[in-house]
């Protein structure tokens, strides 16, 4: 028994030692615990605060873009601007395209000149079909081709009221019964020059000499071709002589050229300056030049539109000069006697700046300011008095 009380006593003290050493072990790692879980909560807590912050910010700033238009890119500007342009010039009912702007008209334009076109286009192909039959024996300088072009050309201005006003036209009569060819050159800013001089020639043969990149658009490409008219890449040297000895041989011919010395449409409606080479035809050959100053056409069917915004009748109008001939003259000399012509029939807003400069400084006249008159007058009573004293 007293043994029995002995051992009872030691397993009572290590119970109750082991129970001291539990909780002291308890009380040492749940207060790093609950501090660790405290940090965390709060370090949470900051980065709530952070992106509820950054998230504000954002909203700031896209209030901000929002706020400011002005700060645009150049694209955007000039895209604003030429909307703005457009819905000014076509009407309440204008729009832009990537094609080029449109308005009521100048959809009734494009339907006109598309339904045409059917009858253009079949009328091409059977001309094609009896060149290949006969071999180009028969109209060797493709008369017909031409004829059907003007055909469809004079047909689609009528119906669209863009016959253009032609002054001068006498003086073309008068040169086509001399029975010689010329070279027509005229300023370019519009696709509406191409049927003006068109219809300012008349019912002859021409050939206009076009870039080859024209031979792409449809219907067009096949007119080109088909009449024979005169294709030039720019970027070829030798395509370049070979249209160089072609028009040669046209005017030698009997057949008129056509060109745009400028080389392609002016964007500014301005004169540009003229390529070197355009009238080399003409000085090779010995051909006279007549200068055409068409006025308007870009004010009816502008670089950005598709189709005319608006009938040319009563705006655009075809100015005939007079021959230039060219015996005699270097290239330089017959391009600046050509550009000084087509300058006389241009109005300011298509005149180059370099030639209002010019007119403004022989407008300038010396004036020689005269004494006035109450000096003259005080000046003749004195010699009078000093007369009678005498």
């Not at 076009?210 to 658009?217: F, H, N, R, S, T």
């Not at 040669?248 to 004169?271: A, I, Q, S």
Request: proline share 5%; with cysteine.
């Amino acid at each position: 028994s007293g043994v029995c009380l002995v051992l009872f006593a030691l397993s009572s003290v290590g119970a109750f030692t082991t129970q001291q050493a539990s909780r002291s072990v308890q009380t040492r790692f749940n207060k790093p615990l609950f501090l660790n879980t405290r940090r965390q909560q709060q370090q949470q807590q900051q980065l709530r605060q952070q992106k509820q912050h950054g998230r504000f910010q954002a909203l700031q700033m896209s209030s901000a873009a929002i706020a400011m238009p002005d700060e645009l890119t150049p694209a955007q500007v000039m895209k604003q601007e030429r909307k703005e342009k457009v819905k000014k010039e076509g009407g309440l009912f204008a729009f832009d395209t990537k094609f080029g702007a449109l308005n009521p008209f100048a959809i009734y334009y494009g339907v006109t000149a598309i339904f045409l076109g059917l009858f253009w286009f079949s009328a091409l192909s059977l001309s094609q079909l009896m060149y290949f039959i006969t071999r180009n024996r028969f109209d060797k300088l493709r008369r017909l081709p031409v004829a059907i072009n003007h055909i469809w050309g004079v047909t689609l201005m009528r119906l669209t009221r863009c016959t253009p006003e032609i002054e001068n036209k006498h003086i073309l009569k008068d040169f086509y019964k001399q029975g010689r060819a010329a070279m027509m050159v005229s300023n370019h800013n519009s696709w509406m020059d191409i049927p003006f001089i068109g219809s300012t020639i008349g019912w002859r043969n021409y050939k206009m000499i076009a870039k080859k990149e024209l031979i792409k658009v449809p219907i067009l490409g096949k007119a080109i071709r088909t009449a024979a008219n005169i294709e030039v890449d720019r970027t070829n040297r030798r395509s370049q002589i070979k249209t160089l000895k072609t028009g040669m041989k046209f005017l030698d011919d009997g057949v008129h050229l056509c060109t745009f010395p400028e080389g392609t449409r002016t964007k500014t409606g301005r004169l540009n300056e003229f390529k070197n080479g355009a009238f080399l035809m003409a000085l090779k050959s010995g051909s006279p030049v007549i200068p055409l100053s068409i006025v308007g056409a870009g004010k009816i069917n502008p670089y950005y539109w598709m189709f005319p915004f608006r009938p040319a009748r009563g705006i655009a109008k075809v100015i005939v000069h007079e021959p230039i001939e060219s015996k005699g003259k270097t290239e330089g000399e017959l391009a600046s006697a050509v550009r000084r012509a087509i300058i006389q029939g241009l109005p300011a807003d298509q005149r180059p700046l370099d030639a209002l400069e010019d007119e403004t400084q022989e407008d300038e006249v010396v004036v020689v300011e005269e004494p006035p008159m109450i000096l003259l007058e005080t000046e003749k009573k004195a010699a009078v008095t000093s007369a009678e004293e005498k």
